[in-house]
């Protein structure tokens, strides 16, 4: 290396140097990054050819220089992510502990695990914002219906919201809340079943209550343990109360999970459809007719086929009475335009013939 070089290098150090020295740190470290390059491209020139003492030594003071006014940076950095957290402007945060961190040496393991500790926080706090942001259009609309107690389309603006809220830990603060009103509305649905219960078990129809029971534990919550042990013990006082041929199910030809299911979906549709009330025709969503009413439908007809395929195989077991039930609940749910009505009505008369006829 050339004297001309060498001293033009030096003077970038020195340069550095006074601005150190007066607090000019962005600038002391431009100074310090142009000797660098000057040095690397000497370098650059004969890249095979052994490094002099001086020339070690020159570079081992750059080097010094730049992690010395790394560090006073990650500081300032540090400093400045403290004071944008306290202030909630969370991006600006994450911004200056990343820098912070990047500047920082990687030896200085105290000083990184405690930006880490509310780079972490600042994230979080990102995260929960943008997360609010998103979440709160359904849980405002989800607020709303149940105030007005529309339970039914409360609970798919919860269900919406706790889409969002997927990531999200079991004990975070939204999730919690959207739980919370999710089991306090379904609740509010489950409550006039439990009138029904309590009135058909007074009057002693305790099949009857048995049924609303059925339909009320379809509609509950699983994390809901309350309720949950509530109509479990319910359900023991009324099966007590049962005769024995009303405590065994009607025979099943399908598996129970598929009429769970077409239970559920048909006791969820009803109440969305009997809840939905147009009362603001500025809404987005106002179309002046009853928005549930196709899902209503066809969970009736999905119901009602199952009611009648149980019937008709009850009637080719010859077990009449128990066909005709479940016939008068094929029709009840089928549309009348459907095959599958006129075909259950024609069964029925059939059977009910053969009752009347010896």
Not at 90 to 116: C, G, M, P, S, Y
Not at 139 to 145: E, H, L, M, Q, T
Not at 248 to 264: D, G
Not at 310 to 334: H, M, S
């Amino acid at each position: 290396m050339n004297s001309v070089k060498y001293r033009e290098i030096q003077a970038h150090v020195d340069n550095g140097d006074a601005r150190r020295n007066v607090g000019e740190w962005g600038e002391a470290k431009i100074s310090y990054l142009k000797a660098t390059e000057e040095f690397n491209a000497i370098l650059e020139i004969d890249p095979d050819a052994p490094m002099t003492a001086e020339q070690t030594e020159l570079l081992n003071t750059i080097n010094d220089r730049i992690e010395g006014v790394n560090s006073h940076l990650a500081t300032v950095h540090f400093d400045k992510g403290q004071a944008a957290l306290a202030n909630r402007a969370w991006q600006i945060a994450i911004d200056e502990f990343e820098e912070a961190t990047r500047l920082a040496k990687d030896d200085n393991l105290a000083f990184l695990e405690e930006v880490k500790v509310v780079l972490d926080k600042a994230r979080n706090k990102h995260r929960d914002t943008l997360m609010r942001l998103e979440l709160t259009p359904f849980v405002d609309r989800g607020d709303d219906f149940k105030r007005s107690g529309n339970f039914g389309e409360a609970i798919l603006e919860y269900q919406e919201a706790m889409k969002k809220a997927v990531g999200l830990s079991d004990s975070h603060k939204y999730v919690v809340y959207i739980k919370n009103s999710l089991t306090e509305c379904r609740r509010s649905i489950i409550r006039p079943y439990l009138a029904k219960i309590h009135k058909a078990c007074h009057a002693g129809k305790f099949a009857q209550a048995s049924g609303f029971l059925k339909r009320a534990q379809l509609l509950l919550d699983s994390s809901d343990n309350v309720y949950h042990a509530f109509l479990e013990q319910l359900k023991e006082k009324i099966q007590l109360n049962l005769k024995e041929d009303e405590f065994i199910e009607t025979e099943e030809f399908e598996a129970p999970e598929v009429w769970e299911t077409a239970v559920k979906d048909y006791e969820e549709a009803l109440d969305l459809y009997s809840s939905f009330t147009v009362t603001d025709p500025f809404a987005p969503a106002y179309t002046g007719v009853n928005v549930f009413e196709d899902k209503f439908v066809d969970s009736r007809r999905k119901l009602g086929k199952l009611y009648k395929v149980r019937a008709d195989r009850l009637r080719d077991q010859a077990k009449i009475e128990k066909a005709i039930r479940n016939y008068k609940e094929a029709i009840r749910l089928l549309p009348r335009s459907d095959k599958m009505f006129h075909e259950a009505f024609k069964e029925m008369k059939k059977l009910r013939a053969q009752i009347v006829v010896p």
